[in-house]
């Protein structure tokens, strides 16, 4: 358990309402990403972060922003929600590089 | 929650024999390799890494291949049994100091069966 929780674990949300997946860390790592994971697709990066209010974007970023206001918590929003963004959503936190631990998902729905 | 990557290909093994899981990447510059296993409706999770300067590396039933010269990876996984089954995936980056770069391969489906 790499001690990453992911909330809400699974959400039903229409077509334009915005929605905050929230991503919660017990370990103290430096960096946070965001991912999204497809099928037909590997995990594809969202955004990342790499300290309080340090973050970037990552290859699929359109739609969507992040913030990191404390070292624990890493927030992806999606503004407005479409279709597309229907997807299964995963935390991951990394303090050794390029190793990275996940969080469990969150399966979001959008109708 | 519902399983991700329903056309996966998939490889079926009698418990108790060993398992190799295969995985080709495409970037010669790329310096690090990690496999995830995720099983279903649960999160990534960390297996097994190995640096572009090792060949092979061991954990516990497991074994990580790496031949550079035509870019392939592969995952052994010995004695194989019942809780090994889920969908076995590699990721590659360059080793930047940041896993940003980490690109993720769609994934194998292991199916154990008895």
């Known amino acids: 358990d790499a001690g990453i929780t992911q909330s809400p674990r699974h959400k039903v949300t229409e077509t334009g309402t915005p929605v905050t997946l929230r991503c919660h860390q017990t370990?103290?790592?430096?960096?946070m990403y965001w991912y999204r994971q497809d099928p037909g697709h590997g995990l594809r990066l969202i955004h990342y972060s790499y300290g309080v209010k340090d973050t970037d974007k990552g290859e699929v970023s359109d739609g969507y922003s992040v913030s990191r206001s404390k070292t624990e918590d890493f927030l992806l929003t999606l503004e407005s929600a479409t279709s597309s963004q229907t997807s299964v959503y995963f935390c991951a936190i990394s303090g050794r590089a390029n190793t990275i631990y996940f969080g469990e998902g969150s399966w979001l729905t959008v109708v | 929650g519902e399983s991700v990557g329903l056309h996966l290909p998939t490889l079926s093994v009698q418990e108790g024999d060993n398992s190799i899981i295969n995985c080709a990447y495409s970037?010669?510059?790329?310096?690090?390799f990690i496999w995830y296993k995720q099983e279903s409706g649960k999160g990534p999770q960390f297996i097994i890494d190995?640096?572009?300067?090792?060949d092979k590396r061991q954990g516990q039933r497991v074994t990580v291949l790496l031949n550079k010269t035509v870019k392939h990876l592969s995952l052994q996984i010995a004695a194989t049994q019942p809780g090994d089954s889920a969908v076995y995936f590699c990721a590659e980056s360059p080793y930047t100091g940041t896993a940003s770069k980490l690109t993720f391969g769609t994934g194998t489906r292991l199916q154990v069966t008895l």
């Open positions: 190995i640096r572009s300067n090792m």
């Open positions: 970037n010669s510059a790329s310096d690090y």
């Open positions: 370990e103290n790592h430096r960096y």
